[in-house]
């Protein structure tokens, strides 16, 4: 091919090196997956075709039916898999497979674990499935024309994994695409008739577009045969599929290697009839919280492919969930605008959602250790349903599940129903304190005065807790109430005389707290004798209707204006340190300095002096030291 002049030489970016470098050298097991890959590519190519002729005929040209054909070679040890799909341009070759890291290139190369049976299985989840021919070829050779373009558009690509690929325009008379691998002597074995159907049936057997072979495997003048089964897997009756079909369908979906949690089949019929088959993972994938990711319900109209990123079938709170829904009465060129403002479509959503978070409940109730492993895996998830979707909230409040001051460790295993059942019957609230980590939770001074009432109190520590907490306003009629905030309400701790003790001692102190605030003038809205600490000294705490110090810090951190509300600073009257000043004391100044500086250092506030905090620190240490301490 060197002789062609219009050939030109392509190195591969850095990142495309260390993975085909990786696929050579280091995954040896599972090297079948290979043949899954490029019939995963050769069907999304059809699909993908498919769909853009529904609105531009032309791109048919001659041959309206879509397949795949797979033909080798004994002797010259060669794989060859065919598709008369969409094909690629000059530029989507260099795009898709040349110079051009993929997003998920980077991303596979840190998910290898170095448990090469799993690694080989991980290809296809980050989209770099097609460098996947490099587990078995010395040589590979593409060659593809996009549907639409002139024969003179046609693509011939070729490498043998090292550094480069070539890449030249060649005449192709048929649109599609063409892969030929030549297979390292060591892995002849694929070249096998036996040995190709056991992986298509394996792999792709639900795969609707038909995959062809001759019946004697070879290239020879035979007629073609599909050795797929061929039949949309959703389209069968419930009765008929095998847990192993569904699980072998979730895999391809998925590329999960573990079986789902759980398997959702549903005919819908009636006015708006439509399949749905979901299946819940076990396991999160890795771009969960990635915003780009593009995984989603696949749409069928009809068992035709209309697209995969179909966004609108399941809200984002649920954006775990995988499968299909393959609906009767839509028309078949849908638009994602279309889509987007459909009732039909709406109304599969709202019946997606119920189905799938009645299968939660069901597990919640029934199978709470399943649920428990769900819950770590998209619990955080699941959250966001509680701001996004405020039809079924009531629902997802008792989905939902919590650290608590009755936790044993941090596991989030609390569900509100068990809260509910456990508190007395005079107390007035749910209470619940937010942090940036579920140590800050847990030690937090204003947990104080609830754990020595033995209150429970729910332990926040997911950034989106914060929202939670703000649309969950109540559960069964019981409001949730920040420890963190507001004056509290003595009636769910204290008795008529230590309310009574604690009004006097405002007043005897009302001097030193006055003297105190004006100390920290710009800091705090106040100064003020608290009910909540035992054994700290002081601590902060919100206003009502304030945001909080960990609300603030997250949007802060996420570079949005936070009101810069200021806390309220409460001193425990009986704690030592605050029991040896007066409103005389000559070192107050830096007393409160530090009081006020350790109460935000307590609930995870960065200090905006921290020098200056170690020098008052210091000071007051050295006094102590020089009197004899
Ligand atoms: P993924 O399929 O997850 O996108 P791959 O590495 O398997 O990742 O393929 C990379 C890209 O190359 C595909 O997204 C597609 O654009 C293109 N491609 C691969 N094989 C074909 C094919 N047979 N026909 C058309 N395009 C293809
Ligand atoms: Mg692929």
């Known amino acids: 091919m060197s002789e062609n002049a219009a050939a030109k030489t392509h190195s591969f970016q850095t990142e495309v090196k260390q993975l085909l470098h990786l696929m050579i050298h280091s995954l040896y097991s599972n090297k079948e997956v290979f043949l899954r890959e490029l019939i995963s590519n050769g069907s999304d190519a059809c699909d993908r075709l498919r769909f853009a002729a529904l609105t531009d005929e032309g791109l048919m040209e001659a041959g309206e039916n879509l397949r795949l054909r797979v033909t080798f070679d004994k002797k010259e040890k060669t794989i060859t898999v065919n598709d008369n799909g969409v094909g690629m341009s000059h530029d989507e070759v260099v795009q898709n497979i040349g110079t051009i890291a993929r997003s998920g290139t980077r991303q596979f190369l840190d998910a290898l674990s170095g448990d090469t049976a799993n690694d080989a299985n991980l290809i296809g989840q980050f989209g770099v499935g097609f460098y996947s021919v490099f587990l078995v070829a010395e040589k590979v050779e593409l060659t593809t024309r996009r549907a639409g373009d002139p024969a003179s558009a046609g693509v011939r690509w070729s490498s043998d994994g090292g550094g480069e690929y070539l890449i030249e325009t060649v005449e192709l ?74 699980e072998r369908f979730y895999t391809t979906l998925s590329y999960d290697s573990e079986a789902p949690l759980a398997t959702l089949h549903n005919r819908v019929e009636g006015t708006l009839e439509y399949t749905s088959l979901f299946f819940i993972p076990k396991k999160a994938p890795f771009d969960l919280w990635d915003r780009e990711q593009r995984h989603g319900i696949n749409l069928y109209v009809r068992r035709i492919f209309i697209m995969d990123d179909a966004k609108y079938l399941m809200p984002s709170f649920l954006r775990f969930v995988r499968g299909v829904v393959d609906a009767s009465d839509l028309p078949l060129n849908v638009s994602r605008e279309f889509l987007q403002n459909n009732k039909d479509i709406d109304r599969i959503r709202a ?51 919590f650290s608590s001051t009755r936790s044993k460790d941090l596991e989030q295993t609390q569900s509100l129903a068990g809260y509910f059942k456990r508190m007395p019957m005079k107390q007035k609230a749910i209470y619940y304190i937010t942090a940036d980590s579920h140590n800050a939770a847990s030690t937090s001074p204003h947990l104080e005065i609830f754990r020595k009432n033995d209150v429970e109190v729910l332990l926040l520590s997911d950034p989106v807790d914060e929202w939670l907490v703000s649309s969950l306003n109540e559960y069964k009629d019981k409001p949730l109430k920040s420890v963190a905030k507001g004056a509290l309400d003595l009636d769910d701790f204290a008795s008529p005389e230590d309310k009574k003790a604690s009004e006097q001692k405002e007043k005897d102190l009302s001097e030193l707290t006055e003297r105190m605030q004006s100390v920290l003038e710009g800091k705090v809205k106040s100064v003020r004798v608290s009910l909540r600490l035992t054994d700290s000294p002081a601590c902060l705490v919100a206003d009502e209707a304030d945001l909080g110090g960990n609300l603030e810090r997250i949007l802060a951190a996420m570079g949005q204006n936070a009101p810069d509300a200021k806390p309220i600073m409460e001193i425990n009257p009986d704690h030592p340190l605050i029991r040896q000043l007066d409103p005389e004391h000559a070192r107050l100044g830096d007393w409160t300095q530090v009081l006020f500086d350790q109460a935000a250092l307590s609930e995870g506030a960065p200090l905006p002096e921290p020098a200056a905090y170690v020098q008052r620190v210091n000071d007051l240490l050295t006094r102590a030291a020089l009197a004899g301490d």
Do not use: C
């Not at 060591?186 to 995959?211: M, N, T």
């Open 173 to 246: 008379a048929d649109r599609g695409t063409t892969i030929t691998l030549h297979l390292r002597d060591e892995d002849k074995e694929f070249v096998e008739d036996f040995r190709i159907r056991g992986i298509v049936s394996k792999y792709s057997d639900h795969i609707s577009l038909p995959i062809e072979m001759h019946p004697q495997g070879e290239d020879t003048k035979e007629e073609w045969e599909a050795i797929n089964s061929g039949s949309a897997l959703w389209s069968r009756p419930k009765n008929e599929i095998t847990v192993e079909e569904y």
């Open 351 to 401: 019946a997606s959602v119920k189905k799938v978070l009645s299968e939660l409940t069901r597990l919640a109730a029934k199978e709470p250790e399943a649920y428990a492993a769900f819950w770590k895996e998209f619990g955080k998830v699941l959250k966001e349903g509680m701001v996004e979707d405020h039809d079924n909230r009531t629902v997802l409040s008792d989905l939902l599940r």
